[in-house]
């Protein structure tokens, strides 16, 4: 057996499902700077087996996302002004994660766009260094977030903006999952190789907790349904156009794709959802 076998033969095997108790604490720990002790029966260290864990990774995002909701709650009731209260709402996620998707979509901008064959494209992304495109990537996706979201509490409150951040936290992530399921790794030494394809039960089950968790703060009254429909089918939508393009250029995703993804869904959701409120209000 060559070693491409022996690997496929270890990612082919069932893992055994952690709990959801361990599995949410692995990606907390992943996706975020959250200090995370470690539980009984788990091993906190080394990459993570994502075959079965990402199930729970939308009670792991709305955890992550709790510090930047409590900001956007408090800065709006204190009466900031929007675009500060959305900045210091951006921040808070930015601080939480470490800038860990952002780090992923300036990647992934330089080098699908700065390089010309699939290997610069790949070396690229792999340098350290911030080039023209990542730059722009990161410019827009701050201005982005932060605009949208002060559109949002200018029109239904500081309730909708912290809903708002809850709605997108776990679906955005589900994205990435979903590509990281269903395009093959470029790199096999890579981290999205390493930690292993989703298994096929994964993505139900984490899209219909990410939904319902939409769902409920839209049964709520704290956000519009049509705009988080909106926002959850543009979120897809720009899901599906990154791994497109990641197979054509670079042959298949890595984790900077992942962190992308991310990126770009939580942009559709808020898009979609202050869209909504500003076509309500006209």
């Known amino acids: 057996m060559t070693q491409t076998d022996s690997d496929d033969a270890t990612q082919a095997t069932p893992p055994n499902w952690p709990g959801w108790a361990i599995a949410t604490a692995t990606c907390i720990r992943f996706y975020s700077r959250l200090p995370v002790p470690a539980l009984p029966g788990e091993t906190p260290h080394g990459l993570p087996d994502f075959r079965l864990v990402p199930r729970a990774l939308p009670l792991a995002a709305l955890a992550i996302a709790l510090p930047a909701t409590v900001t956007a709650l408090l800065a709006g009731l204190a009466g900031i002004a929007p675009l500060l209260a959305a900045a210091l709402t951006v921040t808070a996620l930015v601080v939480t994660t470490g800038a860990f998707h952002e780090d992923g979509l300036a990647d992934t901008a330089d080098g699908l766009f700065g390089g010309h064959t699939p290997e610069r494209r790949l070396e ?130 890595t984790g900077d794709i992942l962190g992308a993804a991310q990126q770009l869904g939580e942009i559709a959701i808020y898009l979609g959802l202050a869209a909504a409120l500003g076509w309500a209000a006209a």
């Open 124 to 253: 690229i992304m792999k340098d350290s260094r911030v080039g023209t495109f990542g730059a722009l990537a990161l410019g827009l996706s701050v201005l982005l977030r932060v605009t949208a979201l002060a559109a949002i509490l200018e029109a239904s409150g500081p309730l909708a903006m912290a809903a708002a951040v809850l709605a997108a936290a776990p679906w955005s992530r589900v994205e990435g999952i979903r590509i990281l399921a269903t395009t093959p790794p470029t790199r096999r030494d890579g981290a999205s190789a390493a930690v292993g394809q989703p298994a096929r039960s994964v993505l139900p089950v984490a899209y219909g907790l990410s939904g319902a968790v939409a769902l409920a703060l839209g049964a709520a009254g704290l956000l519009p349904l049509p705009g988080l429909l909106l926002g959850l089918a543009l979120s897809v939508l720009a899901g599906s156009l990154l791994a497109s393009m990641a197979r054509r250029l670079i042959g298949g995703q």
